[in-house]
């Protein structure tokens, strides 16, 4: 006679119920191995870095943009409206220059551009803070571009600012006599007072260099001005420029 064993026999002979405490246990195990799966994988890190590639990519698209400007007009802009879009005399520089991701939830950490505060820029600097990394000072080239001094604005580490591009022969020692200061969701840009909303240079007056002057006339087109009397700070009535498209002021360029 063939005796049969009953389906799952030796499964119920050698599975046995498990303990409270033996249940206890395995629930812990599983609660520490899920947890070191998620420290290892560290979600909110990666969504920094994700983020930080984006602001790399921001400010390396806007430096772009600028030197396009400067090729076109010799200067770059006094301000920049982050947020809005960029366009003289029908050119468009940008749809809409980028600010930080996160800027509308952290106002103090925005993007910031600075200029050398005249009315015809030559030199520019855009900052970012990364915020994947703590600390970090190398990334942005004013850190050791003077071995002597400091080329870095006050408050850029103390507002955790750590990342910058350069366009131009920046002057450090403007810079390291300036102070940092977020654009925050207007977005306004940065004049010569570091970062500034609002440019703060000496009001009317500029000084172009080999006295060469430009000003819109009473064609509305950009022309020569000689002697420099005739502009406002000077004397004059016309609002001077040092480039010769005047800043893109007139009508008719």
């Not at 947890?35 to 969504?47: H, K, S, T």
């Amino acid at each position: 006679m063939i005796y049969k064993m009953p389906k799952n026999y030796f499964l119920a002979s050698y599975v046995l119920p498990l303990t409270s405490s033996q249940l206890l246990v395995v629930i812990m195990m599983l609660g520490v191995l899920t947890l070191g799966a998620i420290l290892a994988f560290n979600p909110l890190g990666q969504y920094n870095k994700t983020r930080d590639s984006q602001r790399e990519h921001d400010l390396g698209q806007i430096q772009r943009a600028l030197d396009s400007y400067n090729n076109d007009t010799h200067c770059y802009p006094t301000t920049l409206a982050f947020g809005s879009k960029w366009s003289v005399n029908g050119q468009v520089y940008m749809e809409k220059i980028p600010q930080d991701p996160n800027c509308a939830n952290d106002t103090s950490k925005c993007y910031v551009y600075q200029t050398d505060g005249t009315s015809c820029p030559q030199w520019n600097v855009l900052y970012a803070s990364l915020r994947a990394v703590s600390g970090l000072t190398n990334a942005c080239p004013l850190a050791t571009r003077n071995s002597s001094s400091s080329c870095l604005p006050t408050g850029y580490a103390a507002n955790s600012y750590n990342y910058c591009v350069t366009s131009g022969d920046v002057d450090c020692g403007f810079i390291s006599t300036s102070t940092i200061v977020s654009s925050g969701m207007g977005g306004g840009g940065g004049g010569g007072g570091g970062g500034s909303s609002t440019p703060t240079p000496t009001p009317g007056v500029i000084v172009c260099p080999g006295d060469q002057y430009y000003a819109c006339t009473g064609d509305n087109r950009c022309n020569s001005i000689a002697p420099k009397t005739q502009c406002n700070g000077y004397g004059g009535g016309l609002i001077c420029h040092c480039d010769n498209h005047c800043d893109q002021s007139c009508r008719y360029n």
